[in-house]
């Protein structure tokens, strides 16, 4: 496992032990990594970002070094421990930087808590489309958990994981990611990240793919700034969900990057930070209006968008408030 480059703190909400980091001053930015990750996830950027920002970088309930209990572990309830990170941390409002699964708990957070986010950003995101890699279905499975608890024994799970890090790479476009993986799998020797991440897992996805889109509310973002970067080898979710968010948003800022795969932070964490330097300093905190978004509750009509290329299920409509 990567050993952390940041000194970790921790607070008790509600029982549970969250760890996070922050680092930096200056404008706030809330990154939430993804399934199975942890804040690690973002080294590669922390440290630039931080020198123009207040990087708080969690490990969301269930991994890393947060407690693993019997809990919720649904959108809704990451959104609202991270609005209640927030709020012991004395933060009002934070730009949210979301990948894969945290893109969806960013998404569920600008949702619950529009006065508490200046921006949101989301990363090769959870909640764009149906389709997902059948690796990610398995874990809802019957027989995922006892060969995790094969696979995570001490001396199997050296060589698998070894083979995995050797192999980084070689093919690029399919195993560019293999050493984010790789931690996964060391994570998982802990019996109860593997409950949290199942219990997670059956939340959002079932055998024919993702089951939350934001497409039903994302007209509620039509004032709020949103950027979407993707990875172009992307194997866990794929880059043509990036043009369902330009569908979805239109005036959105969005870039794929070439040569990168699902941690596109990892693999061009240079680029990466100047996009969102370009994102921050090209828009303006959306100003929270209860009026304003009660008018789009009024007006929030429906029109068809395209299905996802290739998907399980059809994409939900879209509000056609958010074309704009």
Not at 278 to 304: H, I, N
């Amino acid at each position: 496992m990567r050993a952390p480059q940041f000194d970790i703190q921790y607070v008790t909400l509600h029982g549970h032990r969250r760890a996070f980091v922050k680092v930096g001053s200056g404008p706030v930015i809330l990154l939430l990594h993804g399934l199975a990750c942890d804040h690690t996830t973002w080294s590669p950027v922390i440290a630039e970002l931080a020198k123009r920002y207040t990087v708080i970088a969690p490990d969301l309930l269930g991994h890393g070094q947060s407690a693993k209990p019997r809990a919720d572990y649904t959108l809704g309830g990451y959104a609202n421990g991270m609005r209640d990170l927030l709020t012991v941390l004395d933060i009002d409002r934070a730009t949210v930087v979301g990948h894969s699964f945290g893109g969806g708990v960013a998404m569920q957070f600008s949702y619950q808590f529009p006065e508490r986010t200046e921006r949101l950003m989301l990363v090769s995101a959870g909640g764009l489309g149906a389709e997902v890699t059948p690796l990610i279905k398995a874990i809802q499975g019957f027989g995922w958990e006892p060969a995790m608890r094969l696979i995570t024994r001490p001396g199997i799970r050296h060589a698998v994981t070894g083979v995995m890090r050797a192999s980084t790479g070689l093919w690029p476009k399919h195993t560019r990611d293999l050493d984010e993986v790789a931690d996964i799998v060391d994570s998982w020797a802990d019996r109860r990240t593997r409950f949290a991440i199942r219990h997670l897992v059956r939340a959002v996805i079932d055998w024919r793919g993702q089951i939350v889109t934001m497409s039903d509310r994302a007209y509620l973002t039509e004032a709020l700034p949103l950027a979407v970067l993707w990875g172009e080898d992307d194997q866990v979710l794929p880059a043509r969900h990036l043009e369902i968010a330009r569908t979805l948003a239109p005036g959105a800022i969005t870039e794929l990057f070439e040569d990168a795969g699902h941690f596109p932070h990892k693999d061009h964490p240079e680029e990466f930070v100047a996009f969102v330097d370009r994102f921050m300093t090209e828009t303006e905190p959306s100003d929270y209006s209860r009026e304003t978004v009660a008018e789009l509750l009024r007006r929030g009509s429906l029109v068809d968008i395209p299905t996802a290329e290739g998907g399980d299920a059809p994409v939900d409509p879209v509000p056609a408030a958010l074309v704009r």
